[in-house]
């Protein structure tokens, strides 16, 4: 299975996640010494703790919207990393929809994810400070 393979069933594997709370099936996808960089910009290694980082974001921020809606781009593959672009809509009854946009990076060694990383593109980060700013208080 080639590592864009792999990525493809990782991104449905979250997805899945994100509905049913069993990130095992997440876990799954990543080395035992898997790295990545949490919401406060600290490293976080370990399959473990890059788990609980993925959950503790998911929880602290997705699941206080009403809904989330992804949209990816077809990824790009070079050598060992993947690439793919993002937007992701949020909804909350009462507020403006949020509307976040990036990209992710994902480094395989093998079949399995080595380092999960990314970023908001800088427009996006700045919309999201200033929705949060208006806004913030209905989450």
Known sequence: MSILDRYLAY??????????????????????????????????????AVMASLKGSVDAFDRKFDQRIPDFQPPSVEGDRITMRWTVTYQKAGVPDLVIYGVEHVDFEGDRIKRLGGQFDPDAQKAMGEWMAQHGGAL
């Open 11 to 48: 991104a449905d594997a979250f997805e899945e996640t994100y509905v049913d709370d069993d990130w095992s099936r997440v876990g799954a996808f990543f080395h035992d010494d898997a790295a990545t960089t949490d919401n406060s910009g600290a490293e976080v290694v370990g399959r473990d």
